[in-house]
């Protein structure tokens, strides 16, 4: 059950439509072993625990609307209780800029019994910064854009851009991406007199422009170019960047913008 994270007021909940689940819990049960124990965090009406009923399981929520599913705050469960090996699906709250997914994520990880969390998740979570949730032993084993009108909100279809991922911690450090700097070029302060600023968030994220003056500093990055022009700025206007890997606003982070100006300022 969705409740948060979606612009929408309290009373709303967001259930995953029932249409998208089969596809995913076929990609997940390779992963369990037959005394393994299945938990969904955030069970709404039991979409995704009644095609799984034949496993050991068990599910929680904190207003729960289907049969079988304990009334419990998810992050107050004491996962160290339980003696099996555990893997955990379902679709857990977001919350504002994914805060509650996090936390369940790191609730979740806290436990070293835990092997495999399979779940519906924003599609900031593609990008590094959001993945680093995932302690290091963690692998992200599966991948897919989720389809539109993945939700169920009071009945209807909503459409929410998110991904299913299969996480499976293998007990070995996962490749990290390496932290890029920047090639001739750097980032300084709107007082620094910049050669351009960079839109960072909104609809017009990933514009450069050489006017500073009405420049935000709180939706813009401003940089100095070792060797300014105007080749540079048509270079760069050819970038395409990936805008839809958020479920709130349009956002380029920093390290994106990094890898993808180094691309024209390497030697």
Same mark, same amino acid.
């Given at each position: 059950m969705q409740t948060t994270g979606k612009n929408r007021n309290t009373i709303d909940k967001f259930y995953t439509n029932p249409s998208i689940v089969d596809k995913y819990i076929e990609k997940f049960k390779p992963y369990l072993g037959n005394n393994d124990l299945i938990i969904e965090p955030s069970a709404g009406s039991g979409v995704w625990t009644s095609p799984l009923h034949m496993y050991n399981l068990i599910a929680f929520d904190i207003q729960p609307e289907g049969e079988g599913i304990q009334q419990m705050n998810f992050l107050d469960v004491d996962l160290w209780a339980f003696q099996s090996n555990l893997h955990f699906i379902g679709n857990p709250p977001f919350g504002r800029q994914s805060s509650l997914a996090r936390k369940f994520i790191k609730h979740i990880t806290s436990c070293d019994r835990t092997k495999t969390i399979a779940f519906i998740l924003p599609k900031s979570f593609k990008k590094d910064s959001y993945q680093k949730t995932f302690p290091a032993n963690y692998h992200l084993e599966y991948q897919d854009d989720v389809g539109k009108d993945a939700f169920l909100a009071n009945g209807k279809p909503y459409d929410v851009p998110c991904i299913f991922q299969i996480w499976v911690n293998k007990g070995y450090a996962r490749e990290m991406p390496e932290k890029l700097e920047p090639i001739g070029f750097k980032f300084v302060k709107k007082g620094e007199n910049p050669d351009y600023s960079l839109r960072r968030v909104g609809v017009y994220a990933g514009v450069i422009s050489k006017d500073i003056e009405d420049k935000s500093e709180q939706s813009h990055y401003f940089i100095k =170019?070792?060797?300014? /022009?105007?080749?540079?700025?048509?270079?760069?206007?050819? *970038?395409?960047?990936?805008?839809?890997?958020? =479920?709130?606003?349009? /956002?380029?982070?920093?390290?994106?913008?990094?890898?993808? *100006?180094?691309?024209?300022?390497?030697?």
């Open positions: =170019v070792e060797k300014k /022009s105007d080749l540079f700025v048509v270079k760069y206007q050819n *970038i395409i960047w990936e805008l839809n890997n958020t =479920v709130g606003p349009n /956002s380029i982070s920093k390290q994106e913008f990094i890898r993808e *100006i180094n691309k024209l300022t390497s030697p």
